[in-house]
């Protein structure tokens, strides 16, 4: 970066620090991983400086003979990995790609079925501050109170009752498989849409490691950037006869012209998951979840649904009498990132809730097996068992930083 370090020294230095900090702390956030950096070439590339509003074949502006390449090269391979009939790789991000899913099959007002934000879904599933709370009416539904589990005859109930026109299945916070064909079950009897949301889970679904919506879902959105390990950015993916719909509701409907550098690093991220290593990778992420959870609960951490099958963990952290703000910032001061987290049917407020959420996609990126694993719970135990302790806090960090200078 010498141009960087010569224009502007201020956002270089800090560039390099967030880099040094990336890879001396342990990131446990499972909504964030690593690119490669080929990926990080594309999306750093001469690719900025184009407009390209349209798609490909059908520009407003001159000069996309690559541009429009780079487009089919994303879609084609989104296509063949997630087996849909239509991509569009356009969505800045995951919030207007799920906007994008609704305004393409709904009209303001109508209902939406989605899962509250205390339980695990995101917040455009419909929490009233987010503009879709505002532009829809939306039927919350939670997880079964006593197995933390998703409850398909109560949810069932809820769609008889409410006949929402869309019902969203997909989360933020939910460590469990999804089942997509009994939610389609669902829709189909009620008369309503599914729409999957498979931001957290996508690198697990193209790795096996995770049930597909694709046969089931009429629309499919997921973030790039978390478990599919791709630059920040989203995709929806449906079958031919919604195609043009979604492309309408994303471009002109939502947005202007498609990031093509984005797009770029999509179609190289594509590729990498296509390849039979990902399939390794998206095994490990589970194992090592499942690892990092039995660890967790041996220190006497209590997990929602008593496990994971997924690359996610929510922990209850009040039964070793701490609170989730509280564990989180002491694991921070010992370099450990993971975030404070509603619990469902959480005693405590959202804004200070009794959980933490962790997840491994990051540190399998870097390598990291069981067996690490079982060093991070050490580490964490460490931490919780001398949370006010800074002395004690600071000399953990200083042995996870030892610990995280092989993963370089
Ligand atoms: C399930 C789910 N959907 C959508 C989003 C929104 O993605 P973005 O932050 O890219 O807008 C997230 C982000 O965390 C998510 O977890």
Same mark, same amino acid.
């Given at each position: 970066?010498? +141009?960087?370090?010569?224009?502007?020294?201020?956002?270089?230095?800090?560039?390099?620090?967030?880099?040094?900090?990336?890879?001396?702390?342990?990131?446990?956030?499972?909504?964030?991983?690593?690119?490669?950096?080929?990926?990080?070439?594309?999306?750093?590339?001469?690719?900025?400086?184009?407009?390209?509003?349209?798609?490909? $074949?059908?520009?407003? +502006?001159?000069?996309?003979?690559?541009?429009?390449?780079?487009?089919?090269?994303?879609?084609?391979?989104?296509?063949?990995?997630?087996?849909?009939?239509?991509?569009?790789?356009?969505? +800045?991000?995951?919030?207007?790609?799920?906007?994008?899913?609704?305004?393409? @099959? @709904? &009209?303001?007002?109508? /209902?939406?079925?989605?899962?509250?934000?205390?339980?695990?879904?995101?917040?455009?599933?419909?929490?009233?501050?987010?503009?879709?709370?505002?532009?829809?009416?939306?039927?919350?539904?939670?997880?079964?109170?006593?197995?933390?589990?998703?409850?398909?005859?109560?949810?069932?109930?809820?769609?008889?009752?409410?006949?929402?026109?869309?019902?969203?299945?997909? +989360?933020?916070?939910?460590?469990?498989?999804?089942?997509?064909?009994?939610?389609?079950?669902?829709? /189909?009897?009620?008369?309503?849409?599914?729409?999957?949301?498979?931001?957290?889970?996508?690198?697990?679904?193209?790795?096996?490691?995770?049930?597909?919506?694709?046969?089931?879902?009429?629309?499919?959105?997921?973030?790039?950037?978390?478990? @599919?390990? $791709?630059?920040?950015?989203?995709?929806?993916?449906?079958?031919?006869?919604?195609?043009?719909?979604?492309?309408?509701?994303?471009?002109?409907?939502?947005?202007?012209?498609?990031?093509?550098?984005?797009?770029?690093?999509?179609?190289?991220?594509?590729?990498?998951?296509?390849?039979?290593?990902?399939?390794?990778?998206?095994?490990?992420?589970?194992?090592?979840?499942?690892?990092?959870?039995?660890?967790?609960?041996?220190?006497?951490? /209590?997990?929602?649904?008593?496990?994971?099958?997924?690359?996610?963990?929510?922990?209850?952290?009040?039964?070793?009498?701490?609170?989730?703000?509280?564990?989180?910032?002491?694991? &921070?001061?010992?370099?450990?990132?993971?975030?404070?987290?509603?619990?469902?049917?959480?005693?405590?407020?959202?804004?200070?809730?009794?959980?933490?959420?962790?997840?491994?996609?990051?540190?399998?990126?870097?390598?990291?097996?069981?067996?690490?694993?079982?060093?991070?719970? /050490?580490?964490?135990?460490?931490?919780?068992?001398?949370?006010?302790?800074?002395?004690?806090?600071?000399?953990?960090?200083?042995?996870?930083?030892?610990?995280?200078?092989?993963?370089?």
């Amino acid at each position: 970066m010498q +141009y960087l370090q010569k224009n502007d020294r201020q956002i270089y230095n800090l560039i390099q620090k967030e880099e040094k900090r990336q890879y001396s702390e342990v990131r446990l956030i499972p909504s964030e991983n690593y690119t490669s950096k080929a990926v990080m070439e594309a999306s750093g590339s001469v690719l900025t400086n184009k407009y390209s509003e349209g798609y490909a $074949g059908k520009r407003y +502006y001159q000069g996309q003979v690559y541009i429009d390449e780079i487009e089919i090269l994303a879609k084609t391979r989104a296509e063949e990995l997630f087996k849909v009939s239509h991509a569009n790789v356009q969505p +800045y991000s995951g919030s207007p790609a799920n906007l994008a899913c609704y305004m393409a @099959l @709904l &009209e303001p007002g109508d /209902k939406i079925m989605g899962m509250t934000l205390t339980s695990g879904g995101h917040l455009t599933h419909g929490a009233s501050v987010s503009a879709i709370g505002k532009l829809f009416e939306i039927v919350p539904y939670t997880v079964s109170e006593k197995t933390g589990l998703l409850d398909f005859d109560e949810l069932e109930k809820i769609a008889i009752k409410e006949k929402p026109k869309l019902i969203i299945a997909g +989360y933020t916070a939910y460590p469990r498989k999804v089942s997509f064909s009994k939610f389609k079950a669902i829709a /189909k009897k009620v008369g309503a849409y599914l729409h999957a949301d498979i931001a957290h889970i996508s690198g697990l679904i193209v790795s096996g490691e995770h049930p597909s919506p694709s046969p089931h879902a009429d629309t499919i959105m997921t973030t790039t950037h978390k478990s @599919l390990r $791709g630059p920040r950015g989203a995709m929806i993916m449906c079958n031919s006869k919604l195609a043009q719909d979604i492309d309408r509701a994303v471009f002109p409907g939502l947005q202007g012209g498609p990031h093509d550098n984005t797009t770029a690093a999509i179609a190289v991220a594509l590729k990498e998951a296509l390849g039979s290593d990902f399939r390794k990778y998206g095994k490990q992420v589970v194992r090592n979840a499942q690892a990092l959870a039995e660890g967790l609960q041996e220190i006497g951490l /209590k997990l929602s649904t008593g496990g994971t099958d997924t690359h996610l963990i929510l922990a209850d952290v009040t039964p070793l009498g701490l609170i989730g703000k509280q564990a989180a910032v002491a694991l &921070e001061k010992a370099g450990l990132i993971v975030n404070a987290n509603t619990i469902p049917f959480d005693k405590r407020s959202p804004f200070s809730p009794s959980g933490i959420r962790l997840g491994t996609p990051a540190i399998t990126t870097l390598g990291m097996k069981e067996k690490e694993m079982k060093e991070i719970v /050490k580490f964490i135990k460490e931490v919780f068992d001398h949370v006010d302790n800074d002395r004690k806090l600071k000399q953990v960090r200083k042995e996870v930083e030892e610990f995280m200078a092989s993963y370089r």
